[in-house]
């Protein structure tokens, strides 16, 4: 006998129904609706590169079942801006060499939106405490924590929230 059950998801805006278990996580969820902008590394909550927003919030969707955040806002990369119109965080990451094999970027813009929501002013503590749950191999994290201070300054300059 099946155990899967209906829950709606609200992503990036829009509701999406998916018949699934109640132990299957939402990162489980979301890749297997197609949101593959998120990222499954560790699966147990130490890499963040599967962080998604849930009410503004950065969390890790590994860690999260999936039936527990029915219709609650959850945003992923994809849900902050587009090649067309990117987010400040998104621009500055691909011009400031931010991103290389790029396996950790969704989850550190996310988790960078986070902070900038409740934080637009980080100082460098508060960056590297904000992203110590986001690991990344390839940068040294110097590229990235100036991108978030580039995008920082655009966003306290333009207004710019989501
Ligand atoms: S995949 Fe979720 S924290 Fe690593
Ligand atoms: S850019 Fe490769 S893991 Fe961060």
Redesign the pocket.
Known sequence: MSTNKEVTLRINGKDEAANIPPHRTL?EALRGLGHADV????????????AVLIDGEAV????TLAHTVAGREITTLHGLGTADNPHPLQQSFSELGASQCGFCTPGMIIASESLLRKNPNPSDEDLRIALSGNLCRCTGYVKIFEAVNAAAAVMRNTGEKQ
Request: with cysteine; glycine share 18%; net charge negative.
């Open positions: 990162l990222k499954c590394g560790c699966e147990k909550g130490d890499c963040g590169a599967c890790d969707s590994c860690l």
